[in-house]
């Protein structure tokens, strides 16, 4: 719904602007690259999505892994094995 959207696209604002103030405010750099820091920083996050992707998705990616394999394999019918 928009209001799920909305409220989604809101947390993604408030995690990208935490993180871009939070490597601003690293010392020991001049201003130019302080500036520079949050689109030099911006990969290191990839690993943490990733991670928390894995951690909340596995069962149902496993589940609907099952189904869709054997839905092109031309088996929908099988029964999906539920247990990981």
């Given at each position: 719904?928009?209001?799920?959207?909305?409220?989604?696209?809101?947390?993604?604002?408030?995690?990208?602007?935490?993180?871009?103030?939070?490597?601003?405010?690293?010392?020991?750099?001049?201003?130019?690259?302080?500036?520079?820091?949050?689109?030099?920083?911006?990969?290191?996050?990839?690993?943490?999505?990733?991670?928390?992707?894995?951690?909340?998705?596995?069962?149902?990616?496993?589940?609907?892994?099952?189904?869709?394999?054997?839905?092109?394999?031309?088996?929908?019918d099988?029964?999906?094995v539920?247990?990981?």
């Amino acid at each position: 719904t928009a209001v799920r959207t909305g409220g989604l696209t809101v947390f993604v604002c408030i995690v990208a602007g935490t993180f871009c103030a939070a490597a601003r405010c690293t010392g020991g750099v001049d201003a130019r690259l302080r500036r520079e820091l949050p689109g030099l920083l911006a990969h290191s996050l990839i690993p943490i999505v990733i991670g928390y992707v894995f951690a909340h998705y596995l069962t149902y990616l496993v589940e609907r892994g099952q189904q869709t394999v054997y839905t092109l394999l031309g088996m929908p019918d099988t029964e999906v094995v539920y247990v990981l």
